[in-house]
């Protein structure tokens, strides 16, 4: 059975920084493509970053590209999300994902078999 637990979620004021992990039971990341998605209240679910197996090709949305960072730690079985320079927009569920297919372009974002729970992040002042 996959499972994807999320956690580092928190409340951070503005330019404060966040480091979430996607750890896994089940499947071992370092074969699956892992993305990071996030939903604030009333959005849609969007993309934040990717990142593939083999080639570990990385895609970051645009809103987040210079401030967070997507990494994995092989020996953990786990993905990060390190988040710097935090925004008040950037406060949303983040949720982890993983896909056998890797994912490249625009397709970084598309069809994630197995979902973590999520965890919130809130930047407030």
């Known amino acids: 059975q996959v499972q994807l637990v999320e956690s580092g979620g928190g409340l951070k004021q503005p330019g404060g920084s966040l480091r979430l992990s996607c750890a896994a039971s089940?499947?071992?990341?370092?074969?699956?493509?892992i993305g990071w998605f996030r939903q604030a209240p009333g959005k849609e679910r969007e993309g934040v970053s990717c990142?593939?197996?083999?080639?570990?090709?990385?895609y970051y949305a645009d809103s987040v590209k210079g401030r967070f960072t997507i990494s994995r730690d092989s020996a953990k079985n786990i993905v990060y999300l390190q988040m710097n320079s935090l925004k008040p927009e950037d406060t949303a569920v983040y949720y982890c994902?993983?896909?056998?297919?890797?994912?490249?372009?625009?397709?970084?974002?598309?069809?994630?078999?197995?979902w973590g729970q999520g965890t919130q992040v809130t930047v407030s002042s």
């Open positions: 994902a993983a896909d056998s297919i890797p994912k490249y372009g625009s397709w970084a974002f598309s069809e994630y078999d197995y």
């Open positions: 990142i593939n197996p083999g080639d570990d090709s990385i």
């Open positions: 089940g499947i071992t990341l370092d074969y699956y493509a």
